[in-house]
């Protein structure tokens, strides 16, 4: 049996050195309603061509079905937000491509976190994940009372609202697990659901895939149907809309102190000329290390001439 020398005051201290925005623990089985909820919203199509994501459901609510070894999630939100108006004439892009890929900033941030609990105690073992693992990491956050699941399925954590990452390290110490859940605040509100312009957020508070601007302009691999391309507008990468309209972004939302999340946004205001000249080649080189170059080139090429025949633009 593995002794724990980490105190919860000394896990918060060393979380705090990282800037991250908030954090919590919580046990590695979930509830079973999240399994269903996730198993329903699979059944009635909303995962569109994500077919992954129906792959070893159970997995993602049972972290001991792939890690025997877990006894504690941790959990971490990073705050990337950047208060900025971009160049109306640009095609736009979601506030979390500003930067450099978050999937190893916030990353690396957890294998320093991981590193200093090691220095405590040598035999803590950890696996980490961010956004790219068999995991439900906005289930396990709201277990840990990061925050709450809004109508338009974003994490909104208390003073920080909804544009934040989240990050885990599955553990293989018991850490005291959290008691107390975040209080849901949307009460009657559904700013993001009358706002998505598509319609992509059920009145329940589902997120249907298939009318995602997010989904359809990063995820689809094929071409777009008239109305996908319609729908697309000005977005030449993901969107946004349902949290910008979201009243605790407007209380909460304050920029982030890692200049990592917004550091190439000088590199993004490009006038559509400048776009559609840009060549595979310097494609690759505007974004590396951007989550931007997911959609390789051709997608690119995609989203782009659709969106300037969409503003008019030859």
Known sequence: MITNKLSTKLLTLIIKEENLASHGITSTLLPIDYQHNLDNWIKLGFNAEMSWIAQNTANRTQTTRVFPWAKSILIVADNYYLDATRNNLAPKISRYAWGSDYHNIVKQKLQTVLKKMQQ????????????????????????????????????????????????????????????????????????????????????????????????????????FTDQEGKWLNDWLYGC?????????????????TDINYYNRLHLLEKSPGEWKDLTEYQFGELFHNSVFKRLKFDRFRRNLLTVLNNLNIK
């Open 240 to 256: 946004d809309i349902c949290q910008e309209v979201c009243p605790y972004n407007k209380k909460w939302a304050n920029t982030s």
């Open 120 to 223: 405590i105690n040598p035999d803590i073992k950890g696996k980490i994940y961010v956004d790219n693992g068999p995991i439900l990491e906005k289930a396990y956050a709201i277990e840990a009372g990061l925050g709450w699941q809004g109508k338009n399925t974003t994490i909104i954590i208390p003073e920080f609202g909804s544009f934040c990452f989240l990050g885990v390290i599955i553990l293989n110490i018991e850490l005291p697990k959290n008691t107390k859940k975040a209080k849901n605040l949307c009460g009657s509100c559904t700013e993001c659901i009358t706002k998505c312009p598509t319609g992509a957020i059920t009145p329940n508070g589902m997120l249907d895939a298939r009318k995602c601007i997010s989904y359809f302009s990063i995820e689809k691999k094929h071409s």
